[in-house]
């Protein structure tokens, strides 16, 4: 009977091993992206053609299990960096993906990386560390300790690192040392998990499982205003033109006006939305979960077009690409969609190796 | 024929129905207003429940799924306690089955003959089927609440999302702390200590708990099924997150609680553990004077541990108390 049930049980229910939802980047006419659970590779923009794939397709490369990759590639002058849930930063040649060195943050990284303009590479991990090293080595140059797991990328500025973590805390850290620089961190109700965003010079949005989002004072850590959803925030918002645009798990996307928090509009989607709204061919594309795509007119929220249904579980950021918008689907299909109207463009073709 | 246990109510059989046709009003009314009821009755209630321990244990999830396990497996162990005991009259029964089986050819007879023989024992047939049911229902939502909370991907966290309840004390408990002992609870055991102690503990459980079997095939069946329980559970639990080994630990442990309070202590012997097969198959029943029918205790009362005053000759005393003590047995010798 137990056994049956255990089956009948197995059978019913989806255990999701992690996959990664991993945004592509574009960089000189080729396009990194994880197209396979746990494998970073470099496509030709053109033709989607694969240039490499990391970890190789060797007895050697099939002994590295990468797990999945959450965050978005960084692209420098002639590397690519990564982190992965297996809780290594990777550093590849751009040109080839041979590895050029690998770091142990000691646990999971989900958040992802930052790289600087001037040189410095920034990772987060899930045992609550920051730490800065440098990209040509890989070796460390400082650490900090944010207390609880950090579930996203850094935002850096001129002037500081700012980290959530699970345990609701927002932290601005020295961009050298990654001492703290507040009196003491802002504190929400629950876990922040959204990657800090900018507004202006001198705010900072988040949001989280209290379903709160937040703007903050960058320069003390205040809170400005907030504003409550209807579930937890996790999509990085965009921002343009005074406006905020948070997606959140209900299926909202919320316009709130970046000054006060004030909601200008809200669209619904039928799937919860974790992936960041992009602003492409003038309107704002947004995707849920469910792989439901819809072009909104940024002043009243209206859907211009939509769906575009892609029959596949999206949670990674959409990215331009020339006049297309692509994303990655989970399992790592790629998909194109031209902005303007959301056609799905004849080079939607699912690129394996 | 046992008089006293035709004429005792059997009240508590109608407490499964009655939570089963409780639940199927529930269903019909979620379903009329458009809600998933699997989700909404059970599913979403347990990993609530089970975020909630969490922070009653202050933030160990792993003592919160023990937590769990007691609490379900003690609000269910009326149902559980009466599987058993129907299961162990049904086995007690066995050989007269058999025999009637044996001596009446047309099966509308021996249908009827086997109803009388029920009635006569106060054996409802279906009387393991319901609270084995409910059991079963239980232990599939609990599963898959424990799939949904310890996920162990970030991917899992969005369906937890759509299923936490609005309150901050449960928000503030995720993500919820996957590590108790050794054990990534959202990721599988590569050291393999969970599975083996998950395969151990059901063969415990299996084997100190098989019942008597007259029958050579049925016995057979029982002896393989004590190795391939165990093996399956194995087999699931090296490819499922650590949390669920451990609810199976614990439910095991608890199992073994309940059935030593059902069987007896006669059951948890060395000799019962490390021999192959069961414990020896009862006699066939020898037939009775009408007389002593009258006095002799139904096989489900014998279940419960319950001795006849007299023991006929030639048939197997059943005269051990719940906890095996042999009562009456040197009497009997004399």
């Known amino acids: 009977m137990a056994v049956a049930a255990a089956f009948v049980a197995t059978g019913c229910a989806q255990i999701a091993s992690p996959s ?140 500081a690192v700012f980290v959530d973590s699970v345990d609701g805390k927002l ?23 959204t990657d800090p965003v900018l507004a202006g010079e001198n705010t900072v949005l988040v949001g989280g499982i209290d379903e709160t989002f937040y703007a903050l004072d960058a320069a003390t850590g205040a ?121 799905l463009a004849p080079v939607n073709v699912t690129v394996k190796q | 024929m046992s008089a006293g246990a035709v004429t005792t109510p059997r009240r508590g059989n109608f407490t499964p129905f009655a939570i089963v046709l409780a639940l199927a009003v529930g269903v019909f009314v979620l379903l009329a207003a458009g809600r998933d009821p699997w989700n909404d009755l059970f599913i979403n209630p347990l990993i609530n429940a089970l975020i909630l321990l969490d922070k009653v244990v202050l933030g160990q999830f792993g003592l919160a799924i023990l937590m769990f396990t007691l609490i379900l497996r003690v609000a269910t162990i009326p149902f559980t306690i009466r599987q058993l005991e129907s299961t162990r009259a049904m086995q007690t029964v066995q050989p007269q089955i058999q025999e009637l089986q044996k001596k009446y050819k047309d099966p509308k007879r021996r249908q009827e003959e086997m109803i009388k023989l029920y009635r006569e024992n106060s054996i409802n047939p279906l009387g393991c089927a319901m609270p084995l049911m409910i059991q079963m229902v239980v232990f599939i939502a609990l599963y898959r609440a424990l799939v949904f909370t310890v996920g162990g991907s970030p991917e899992s966290l969005i369906g937890l999302s759509q299923r936490l309840y609005p309150f901050s004390f449960l928000q503030t408990s ?36 098989m019942t008597p079997n007259a029958s050579a095939q049925m016995q057979q069946q029982q002896q393989m099924m004590t190795w391939m329980m165990p093996m399956m559970l194995v087999f699931l639990t090296l490819n499922l997150p650590s949390g669920v080994g451990v609810y199976w630990v614990a439910s095991n442990v608890f199992s073994l609680f309940v059935s030593y309070y059902v069987y007896g202590r006669k059951a ?3 000799r019962q553990l490390l021999l192959p097969g069961g414990p020896p198959a009862p006699a066939p029943a020898a037939k009775k004077p009408a007389a002593d029918e ?19 000759a030639g048939t197997e005393p059943q005269a051990r108390d719940r906890h095996g003590k042999r009562r009456g047995k040197r009497k009997n010798r004399r």
């Open chain 1, 171 to 193: 932290q601005a850290l020295d961009p050298q040392s990654l001492a703290p620089l507040w009196d003491k961190p802002f504190k929400a109700g629950a876990g922040l998990i």
């Open chain 1, 223 to 343: 809170m400005k205003w907030s504003f409550g959803g209807g579930n937890w925030f996790w999509g990085r918002p965009l921002v343009d033109q005074g406006t905020v645009y948070a997606p959140n798990l209900d299926g909202k996307v919320y316009a709130l006006d970046a000054a006060t928090g004030s909601l200008k509009w809200a669209f619904a989607a039928p799937g919860p939305v974790r992936s960041a709204p992009l602003l492409a061919g003038g309107l704002v594309v947004v995707v849920d979960k469910d792989g439901q795509m819809f072009g909104l007119d940024p002043a009243s929220g209206k859907a211009a077009w939509g769906p575009t249904v892609l029959n596949k579980t999206v949670l990674s950021d959409p990215v331009l690409l020339g006049d297309k918008v692509l994303i990655v689907a989970e399992g790592g299909d790629l998909f194109a969609v031209t902005p303007a109207d959301g056609a």
């Open chain 2, 268 to 270: 948890f012997t060395w």
């Open chain 2, 294 to 312: 009258e006095d002799a205790p139904s096989p489900k009362a014998k279940a419960r541990g319950e001795s006849a005053p007299e023991t006929p």
């Open chain 1, 20 to 159: 990664g939802w991993a945004g592509p980047v574009s960089s000189d006419g080729t396009v990194y992206a994880s197209i396979e659970s746990g494998r970073m590779a470099a496509l030709d923009s053109q033709n989607f053609s694969v240039k490499w794939v990391f970890p190789p397709k060797t007895d050697e490369g099939d002994k590295l299990k990468l797990e999945g990759i959450y965050g978005a590639p960084q692209v420098g002058k002639d590397t690519i960096y990564f982190g992965a849930y297996d809780g290594y930063v990777y550093a590849l040649n751009a040109s080839d993906g041979s590895q050029r060195w690998q770091f142990n943050t000691g646990d999971r990284i989900i958040g992802g990386l930052a790289l600087t303009e001037d040189n410095r590479l920034y990772v987060t991990s899930t045992n609550g560390a920051v730490y800065l090293l440098d990209p040509d080595k890989g070796s460390q140059l400082a650490r900090s300790d944010a207390g609880d797991g950090i579930w996203s990328a850094p935002l850096v500025t001129r002037t």
């Open chain 2, 174 to 209: 995720v993500p919820l702390n996957q590590h108790f002992l050794w054990l990534d609870l959202g990721a599988k055991d590569t050291t393999f200590i969970l599975p083996l102690v998950v395969g151990l503990s059901t063969y415990v459980q299996q084997k100190m708990t």
